[in-house]
């Protein structure tokens, strides 16, 4: 039983880590329940994953775009070769 | 000493414009034309049409918000240029109107159909521009790597080998930024909605 409860028990620093991979979809089904288990009893982890999960939500409903990459060399370019 | 009072507060500093201002102003333009090329041309010449007018710059205002201000300028010209190739836009009406709808009539006529719309549209390019904010106010890695990995939606490996760090450096870097984005949104995001 304790066996057990030690393979789940993570640090308030690892399930936060836990908590940014699951984000992005790389978190694994251990770690997962692992996390899941810490929430359970810490308002910490509950808390930052709460703020997480928002904060992924935002991004996504924002839409943000970013130029091009060459893009952006070719504007540097024109501005240096403006004066 | 004595040139202390006509020192501007803000100066320009053009070869920082690209990484500090071009995807928010970006995002901006795309916001209110909704195509790339077209928004990229935008941005592209207001950065010229900055470089041109730099000694107008009187150092009041911020740099973004100056550089904002000229974007704003050649978005009307964008519409300008195409309303004139178009014809003038016309709105036509039935002037056989109910004498006591009086004053809600043209309203009607020339109301937005997509309105319903438009509350969500203006709510998302707020908050596009919100995180942009809080983006700009990162360390440039952390930036860099919290766009790459959430804005681009790029591999951690293809990110690591990129930018030649170790996976957990990674997620440092991408934890560290998460952190101050949160604390960054809930001051300037969700406190003024």
């Given amino acids: ?83 | 000493m004595e040139t202390f009072t006509t020192v501007p507060k803000h100066k320009l500093n053009p070869s920082k414009w690209v990484d500090l201002y071009a995807d928010y102003l970006f995002n901006y333009t795309i916001s209110r034309v909704n195509d790339t090329i077209i928004a990229e041309d935008l941005v592209q010449d207001t950065f010229l049409a900055g470089l041109k007018s730099a000694e107008n710059f009187k150092g009041e205002a911020a740099e973004r918000t100056w550089l904002i201000s000229i974007l704003k300028r050649k978005i009307i010209d964008h519409y300008r240029k195409i309303n004139s190739n178009k014809g003038k836009a016309e709105v036509k009406m039935d002037l056989n109107f109910d004498g006591e709808q009086e004053g809600s009539w043209l309203e009607q006529k020339v109301a937005d159909t997509y309105d319903l719309n438009a509350e969500d549209a203006i709510q998302n390019k707020e908050l596009g521009l919100a995180i942009q904010d809080c983006l700009t106010k990162l360390p440039k890695k952390q930036a860099e790597v919290f766009i790459k990995k959430t804005i681009q939606g790029m591999e951690t490996e293809d990110i690591c080998k990129e930018l030649n760090i170790t996976a957990s450096n990674l997620w440092v870097i991408i934890h560290r930024a998460r952190t101050t984005l949160m604390e960054c949104l809930e001051n300037n995001w969700y406190k003024n909605e």
Avoid at chain 1, 48 to 61: H, I, R, V, W
């Fill in chain 1, 1 to 83: 039983m304790s066996k057990k409860k030690n393979t789940l028990l993570v640090s308030c620093e690892q399930a936060k880590h836990i908590c940014d991979k699951m984000q992005y979809g790389e978190a694994t089904l251990l770690e997962r329940l692992k996390l899941r288990f810490r929430i359970m009893w810490c308002k910490a982890t509950k808390s930052y994953s709460k703020k997480n999960s928002d904060l992924t939500q935002l991004c996504k409903e924002a839409k943000i775009k970013t130029l091009d990459k060459e893009k952006k060399v070719e504007m540097k370019r024109k501005i240096d070769g403006f004066s």
